[in-house]
Nanobody, 121 residues
Framework: QVQLVESGGGLVQAGGSLRLSCTVSGSIFSVKSMGWYRQAPGKQRELVAQIGSGGRITYADSVKGRFTISRDNAKNTVALEMNSLKPEDTAVYYC???????????????WGQGTQVTVSS
């Protein structure tokens, strides 16, 4: 069974740094995109950063210049380096990946279980 396995997260003071990592476990055919979303209490889930086809990177305006996303295509992993963290970055962070499990199968949208990031002021 294919799963997205996340690691990282935790509690950090404002101005600190954290690193999130996500790996696609199991055999898959091809990955279209990998990225991170977050959801704060009482708010909708929002895109944080994503690496799409051809390496195109998208960041939310609120994290530009502070967060860096990277992807290892050979290992089907994606990481999010978060620097200069702010209390408003507090949320559950979810890994997302869009890929085909086998050739000629439709693209699937997969999510990790979520990892808590808490930034104290």
């Amino acid at each position: 069974q294919v799963q997205l396995v996340e690691s990282g997260g935790g509690l950090v003071q404002a101005g600190g740094s954290l690193r999130l990592s996500c790996t696609v476990s199991g055999s898959i055919f091809s990955v279209k995109s990998m990225g991170w979303y977050r959801q704060a209490p009482g708010k909708q889930r929002e895109l944080v950063a994503q690496i799409g086809s051809g390496g195109r990177i998208t960041y939310a305006d609120s994290v530009k210049g502070r967060f860096t996303i990277s992807r290892d295509n050979a290992k089907n992993t994606v990481a999010l380096e978060m620097n200069s963290l702010k209390p408003e970055d507090t949320a559950v962070y979810y890994c997302n990946a869009v890929f085909r499990i086998r050739a000629a199968t439709p693209l699937g949208d997969y999510w990790g279980q979520g990892t808590q990031v808490t930034v104290s002021s």
